[in-house]
């Protein structure tokens, strides 16, 4: 490499020394001169370090260039290690995080020189944020679950490890049917509900109804109504219940929206409005309530995780089975009987629908079909959840999320027909 290019990478060594070392020493900011092991100077050298080692290593060749970068990384570790023991004993903590740190800036300081300089530096600030998230990322450990946590590593086996092993092929014997596509968005959709159990979660119920029915509309709006419902027949705050629940369903339609667009955006264009029309009267249907019911009613159930892994099989077989009988129904019995299937499924789950039926357009039936199949489970979904809030929350919870809901639902109904 030239020589403007060699002081280029070099400069980048040190600026990833230098960015490191600015979180390591304002973390220690009061440590008086000499009671810190490394700070920003010694970070910045670090860098350099690594980038001048790379540069020797080249010129020395293989393999004796990667035995001097690995010589490089043990007299860095040799020289710091008996410093931080020493930092170490004197504030009696154990912690090998600086030390950790001053490695891994040694290594993306050589590799600044020896190979990307973008990703040199993308690694450094993610390796700067992580140090600095320390107080975050310790009370997220001390606030979560193991339940939560195992879900999580669920969700990243899904995708990391299951994935790559799924037929990513048409199987004959399945219909046609794509098994990736279907895991996917399997995938997808239990990581929008993962999300929205952790915002209600991490955030916690008390900051609000209107914000707990809102992440709750992320993990199932039908799940919000029913668990809102029984609250209220035991004795809650009906209005301020269904408040929540009402939110739950707009920002249901607004996930159906985003997910037909992640997965058919011709389809999307169709759903926009209605759905957006259907969103807007849920939410302003849920602020006029809330404004009613007070802060002594201000009661949102925290949802139950949402990730066991039989729930995750429960989904994929859903999405698979509404896939294959609605492309059967489309080939054998035409696009009523899509219809047909799609509203039946409304009475439980919109997202199996939003998953499955808008791949069928163009080939089996046509986008705005697609669209209509989409919107007709929407629509018997609203009836349902309208119906199992006068049945099992009764009184006012009752009344005004079926009158409110029915209502958001036939300005949608207006929207489409207007189009």
Not at 223 to 241: D, P
Not at 400 to 408: D, E, F, G, R
């Given at each position: 490499m030239g020589t403007e290019e060699l002081i280029h990478r070099l400069a980048a060594?040190?600026?990833?020394?230098?960015?490191?070392?600015?979180?390591?020493?304002?973390?220690?900011?009061?440590?008086?001169?000499?009671?810190?092991?490394?700070?920003v100077r010694t970070f910045a050298l670090t860098g350099l370090f690594g980038g001048v080692m790379a540069v020797l290593a080249t010129a020395l060749g293989q393999p004796g260039g990667a035995l001097l970068l690995g010589f490089g990384l043990a007299a860095l570790l040799a020289a710091q290690l008996p410093f931080a023991l020493r930092e170490a004993e004197a504030e009696n903590k154990v912690s090998a995080t600086s030390l950790v740190a001053a490695l891994g800036t040694y290594s993306l300081g050589a590799l600044a020189v020896l190979g990307d300089v973008a990703v040199a530096g993308a690694a450094a600030v993610a390796m700067t944020a992580i140090l600095a998230a320390r107080e975050s990322l310790h009370g997220l450990m001390a606030r979560i679950t193991w339940a939560e946590l195992r879900s999580a590593l669920v969700l990243l086996s899904m995708t990391l490890l299951v994935m790559p092993l799924v037929p990513d092929e048409p199987i004959a014997v399945l219909g046609g049917l794509n098994p990736a596509k279907i895991w996917r968005f399997a995938i997808l959709l239990a990581a929008i509900?993962?999300?929205g159990y952790l915002a209600v979660r991490l955030m916690g119920p008390e900051r609000g109804l209107l914000f707990g029915g809102a992440a709750g509309g992320l993990v199932s709006s039908t799940?919000?109504?029913?668990?809102?419902?029984?609250?209220?027949?035991?004795?809650?705050?009906?209005?301020?219940?269904a408040a929540g629940a009402l939110m739950a369903g707009a920002v249901s339609c607004l996930r159906t929206i985003g997910i037909v667009a992640f997965i058919a955006p011709a389809v999307a264009g169709f759903l926009l409005v209605p759905l957006g029309m259907v969103a807007l009267g849920m939410a302003l249907g849920g602020f006029t309530l809330a404004r009613r019911a007070g802060a002594d009613e201000a009661v949102v159930s925290t949802p139950e995780n949402p990730f066991e892994l039989s729930a995750v099989m429960k989904i994929a077989l859903l999405l698979a089975a509404v896939a294959l009988i609605s492309k059967l129904a489309g080939e054998k019995l035409g696009p009523e009987a899509v219809m047909a299937v799609a509203a039946i499924t409304g009475l439980a789950d919109v997202d199996a629908v939003a998953l499955s039926v808008p791949l069928l357009a163009p080939a089996t039936i046509s986008l705005e079909f697609a669209a209509q199949a989409v919107l007709a489970a929407v629509g018997v979904n609203i009836c349902?959840?309208?119906?199992?809030?006068?049945?099992?929350?009764?009184?006012?919870?009752?009344?005004?999320?079926?009158?409110?809901?029915?209502?958001?639902g036939a300005a949608g109904v207006l929207a489409v027909s207007l189009l």
């Open positions: 060594a040190l600026a990833i020394g230098l960015l490191v070392g600015a979180e390591r020493h304002w973390r220690e900011r009061q440590e008086a001169p000499g009671r810190r092991t490394a700070g509900s993962y999300l799940a919000v109504t029913l668990a809102n419902a029984r609250a209220a027949a035991s004795g809650g705050g009906g209005l301020a219940l349902a959840k309208a119906a199992y809030a006068i049945a099992l929350g009764g009184g006012r919870f009752g009344s005004a999320y079926a009158v409110l809901s029915l209502a958001a």
